[in-house]
T-cell receptor, first 113, second 114 residues
Framework: EAAVTQSPRNKVTVTGGNVTLSCRQT?????MYWYRQDTGHGLRLIHY???????QIGDVPDGYKATRTTQEDFFLLLELASPSQTSLYFC????????????FGEGTRLSVL | KTQVEQSPQSLVVRQGENCVLQ??????????LRWFKQDTGKGLVSLTV?????DKTSNGRYSATLDKDAKHSTLHITATLLDDTATYIC?????????????FGAGTQLIVIP
């Protein structure tokens, strides 16, 4: 069954801490995305990728790195976490054409104290 | 600059009533428009996708329209149920060099009361 799985589902860290959010898709999709969702905003694109080894900068990339190690796996890295990065993070995958709906993970709630 | 605007921001209806949600966008060039439902704290679930210049779709109690000339879409929910309480998000897909990019509205929060 097609799916996008995020881990962890919840994470608490301190300012300056290191955090890695993981995402795996089993949909054979080329595109994978990392978004953050904050009250009053639509989902905002942090980084995305159209294949293993590829990385594209999104709209709010500052403070985030990402790496697409395989077709299935896309990681989001916060190397010096700040309280402004407290948010709900979603990973998604798509075929990029609009013909199929992008599939979203259940989200990771990150709190930076 | 926000490229997808949704209205109203929030809406309260009684169970059984109909409602209409609006989406205006400025994404150019536009490929497709999709409506998602998001339950609180959960991921997004696709309701319908619109592709053609002037398009209409129907999916059970959900129906949607798209006018690419006006860059405007509507989502109609008929005979609302309590389970329809959620945030409804309009998403426009890019058709230019950024194929695969998705532009999200902030959502309309729908609350259905008994």
């Amino acid at each position: 069954e097609a799916a996008v799985t995020q881990s962890p589902r919840n994470k608490v860290t301190v300012t300056g801490g290191n955090v890695t959010l993981s995402c795996r898709q089993t949909n054979s999709h080329n595109y994978m995305y990392w978004y953050r969702q904050d009250t009053g905003h639509g989902l905002r694109l942090i980084h995305y990728s159209y294949g293993a080894g590829n990385l594209q900068i999104g709209d709010v990339p500052d403070g985030y790195k990402a790496t697409r190690t395989t077709q299935e796996d896309f990681f989001l890295l916060l190397e010096l976490a700040s309280p402004s990065q407290t948010s709900l993070y979603f990973c998604a995958s798509s075929d990029g054409t609009g013909g199929q709906a992008p599939l979203f993970g259940e989200g990771t709630r990150l709190s930076v104290l | 600059k926000t490229q997808v605007e949704q209205s109203p921001q929030s809406l309260v209806v009684r169970q059984g009533e109909n409602c209409v949600l609006q989406c205006n966008y400025s994404v150019t060039p536009d490929n497709h428009l999709r409506w998602f439902k998001q339950d609180t704290g959960k991921g997004l679930v696709s309701l319908t996708v619109l592709v053609d210049q002037k398009d209409k779709t129907s999916n059970g109690r959900y129906s949607a329209t798209l006018d690419k000339d006006a860059k405007h879409s509507t989502l109609h929910i008929t005979a609302t149920l309590l389970d329809d309480t959620a945030t409804y998000i309009c998403v426009v897909g890019d058709r230019g060099s950024a194929l695969g990019r998705l532009h999200f509205g902030a959502g309309t929060q729908l609350i259905v009361i008994p």
